[in-house]
């Protein structure tokens, strides 16, 4: 094949096709360049689409004109015509270098025809990638900076507010609808009937009653960016939950009621407030049944011939749960609270660790530009520090995770202890059902008379 033969390639994305980097600009000067080199040009291949994406048409055909052997060189105004992964471009390089073709850069003014050019081309790709990653993490910490300083981060407005200079601020009407939305949710409504009768979709209602933003607090990180770009919903203990600048709407005794409703709410409507909750030891649902009087009875016929009276076991269950404390073992708050503070300064020792160790891969760089280290020792070092920087956010989720659990248990035994005094102040039966199904699990009997309780909280 004659050495002299050159291929181009142009690629515009659909939402970048500037004047100044349009597909006819692209081909002016990359048939230019050919024109200088004296190179007889055999194809020009063209995309319109991203260069996230490795399945581009023209992309594709050009590689297999490539191991066709059609051309000697391929020509672009820039490396990120043919992709923004660098792992993509070396991937590229290596299967030019194995079919024997060369790769000329207009822009980054690279010929890999040279050794200079091969040398340049590789250190291009490591030094673009280990930019982007510095933008990432500069970009994520100054997000994350403002979250936790409560500040507003962008995105939708939260249903209950507006926006003013970038400010979060009361709208007086909607907020009206977020106090009784929470309201009614307590009292056993479901949110299908509170969204008709409010006129909020079933999705801001969902979200409305399941956010502690509406306490006035700011919670950051509901979803993360992957390695390859998409997005994925974050676990709760990933979030990042501080104080907000906005004024809250709903106290979190509320929020913590509503959140405990969503937990787990019986599906009908009954006298019997104990439906769902019960079991026969051998593990057969007991229901309620009205004959001359209201009792619970098994559901299979064979197992369990024994009725219970409604009366004296909802009693009993009652009397256990509004004296829990006599019951229920306290967890010595002041010692998790210790717990706590230990590891928030560990957390905090670890953070000044990770600054220094993005200091020194941000050195890296410029040792590797002065020609102080080699390519080969910038890439082992830097996935030497990555792995350090991996290492401590993982101690560091271990930490903040261990933190939310106890801060769970906690919370956990305050709502118990709120549910309890409801229960002491209500007469309604939904309501009290409603509360029951919250606190409790199950409830097994273990023989005819004795029985165990399975608590949710």
């Known amino acids: 094949m004659n050495n002299k033969i050159a291929a181009i390639y142009i690629r515009v994305s659909t939402t970048y096709q500037e004047e100044g ?12 360049e050919a024109k200088e080199k004296g190179y007889e040009v055999s194809q020009i291949y063209t995309d319109v689409e991203s260069g996230s994406k490795d399945d581009r048409t023209g992309f594709l055909q050009m590689l297999n004109d490539m191991k066709e052997h059609n051309f ?23 299967q030019f270098q194995n079919h024997g073709v060369d790769l000329i850069s207009i822009t980054q003014k690279i010929d ?13 790709g490591i030094l673009a990638e280990f930019e982007r990653d510095q933008t990432r993490v500069r970009v994520k910490h100054t997000l994350t900076s403002m979250a936790k300083s409560g500040k507003f981060t ?3 407005v939260p249903y209950g507010y507006i926006l003013e200079s970038k400010k979060l601020i009361i709208n007086p009407e909607e907020s009206k609808k977020v106090k009784l939305a ?37 919670v950051y990180n509901k979803r993360a960016t992957t390695p390859n770009g998409k997005l994925r919903v974050t676990n709760k203990d990933e979030w990042i939950i501080a104080n907000g600048e906005h004024e809250a709407i709903i106290d979190e005794d509320t929020f913590k ?3 405990a409703m969503n937990i787990k709410k019986p599906s009908k409507e009954s006298d019997y407030i104990l439906t769902g909750l019960l079991k026969c030891y051998y593990g057969h649902n007991i229901y ?29 269950i009652l009397d256990q749960i509004i004296n829990f404390s006599s019951n229920k073992t306290i967890t010595d708050i002041s010692y998790l609270e210790q717990i706590k503070e230990q590891n928030i300064k560990q957390i905090k020792k670890l953070e000044l660790n990770k600054v220094e160790l993005n200091n020194q891969s941000s050195r890296l760089l410029n040792l590797v530009l002065g020609g102080v280290i080699t390519e080969e020792e910038f890439k082992s070092k830097k996935e030497e520090l990555s792995e350090s920087i991996s290492s401590i956010d993982d101690t560091i989720t271990s930490l903040t995770k261990n933190n939310e659990s106890m801060k769970v248990e906690v919370d956990n035994q305050e709502l118990f202890q709120q549910l309890a005094e409801k229960l002491k102040a209500t007469l309604s039966k939904k309501e009290i059902k409603n509360i029951l199904h919250i606190i409790i699990k199950e409830i097994r009997f273990i023989n005819d008379f004795e029985y165990t309780i399975t608590f949710n909280i």
Do not use: W
């Open 154 to 156: 962008g995105g939708v």
């Open 112 to 124: 890999t025809t040279t050794p200079v050019g091969k040398l340049m081309f590789g250190l291009t």
């Open 288 to 316: 309620g049944k009205k004959g001359s009087k209201r009792y619970y009875i098994c559901s299979n016929d064979e197992c369990c011939k024994k009725s219970i009276d409604s009366e004296s076991l909802e009693k009993s």
């Open 72 to 94: 000697h060189v391929l020509i672009v105004t820039e490396f990120s015509r043919i992709s923004r992964k660098t792992k993509t471009l070396l991937e590229f390089l290596e």
């Open 257 to 259: 009621l509503a959140s």
């Open 21 to 32: 980097n349009s597909l006819e600009k692209q081909k002016e000067r990359c048939l230019q």
């Open 182 to 218: 929470y309201s009614l949710f307590i009292k056993g409504r479901s949110k299908l009937s509170i969204s008709k009768e409010l006129n909020i979709p079933l999705t801001t209602l969902d979200r409305m009653l399941s956010t502690p933003f509406y306490t006035g607090q700011k």
